[in-house]
T-cell receptor, first 113, second 117 residues
Framework: AQSVTQLDSHVSVSEGTPVLLRCNYS??????LFWYVQHPNKGLQLLLK??????LVKGINGFEAEFKKSETSFHLTKPSAHMSDAAEYFC???????????FGAGTRLFVKA | NAGVMQNPRHLVRRRGQEARLRCSPM?????VYWYRQLPEEGLKFMVY????????ESGMPKERFSAEFPKEGPSILRIQQVVRGDSAAYFC???????????????FGEGSRLTVL
């Protein structure tokens, strides 16, 4: 069975400060892990994905995530927040082939000027 | 290369009417997924389809909801006799066919927002 837990429903940071969005997962298989971003009234856009290659994954817009098997975590980070980063972020776990995809509940990121 | 296309983007229905939401997957994709997003909530899986087959409908309500993905044309999510609780954003996603490398990445449309009066 698979599950994913986003540990914070809301995160608020100041512009220019680091961002940390936390995600823990469980999976019976070697999982694929993803982070998606959703801006208001928009669809979801892929930020980055882990598929059993390098454990540190770099994505778009300066985001990166590190797969830590021992901690079953896949936290999303960015060194310096920008106002345009304000959005909803979803951590997603999927088994090989993508036939079972589970979404986390989402973390709303607020960026203060 | 066009992305996942959903229409209508916005749909208003009165209680008891039918809602039909359409989704055209990305070119070359033959796997389609439907998700529902209630206000201030995450995405809930509804159904996974391949051409002419429903693979997993474990997230579909037992009544009033149905989905299809015909050999030709878009995938359709149909909601009969809508109620106010059906008001939500419905997102379609697609992924490559099984003959290609499929890492599980989903490509999303911009959603169809259903409002039931």
């Amino acid at each position: 069975a698979q599950s994913v837990t986003q540990l914070d429903s809301h995160v608020s940071v100041s512009e220019g400060t680091p961002v940390l969005l936390r995600c823990n997962y469980s999976s019976s298989y070697s999982p694929s892990l993803f982070w998606y971003v959703q801006h208001p009234n928009k669809g979801l856009q892929l930020l980055l994905k882990y598929t059993s290659a390098a454990t540190l994954v770099k994505g778009i817009n300066g985001f990166e995530a590190e797969f830590k098997k021992s901690e079953t975590s896949f936290h999303l980070t960015k060194p310096s927040a920008h106002m345009s980063d304000a959005a909803e972020y979803f951590c997603v776990v999927s088994n090989t082939g993508g036939f079972k995809t589970i979404f986390g509940a989402g973390t709303r990121l607020f960026v203060k000027a | 290369n066009a992305g996942v296309m959903q229409n209508p983007r916005h749909l208003v229905r009165r209680r008891g009417q039918e809602a039909r939401l359409r989704c055209s997957p990305m070119k070359g994709h033959s796997h389609v997924y439907w998700y529902r997003q209630l206000p201030e909530e995450g995405l809930k899986f509804m159904v996974y389809l391949q051409k002419e087959n429903i693979i997993d409908e474990s997230g579909m309500p037992k009544e009033r909801f149905s989905a299809e993905f015909p050999k030709e044309g878009p995938s359709i999510l149909r909601i009969q006799q809508v109620v106010r609780g059906d008001s939500a954003a419905y997102f379609c996603a697609s992924s490559p066919s099984s003959g290609q490398v499929n890492t599980g990445e989903l490509f999303f449309g911009e959603g169809s927002r259903l409002t039931v009066l």
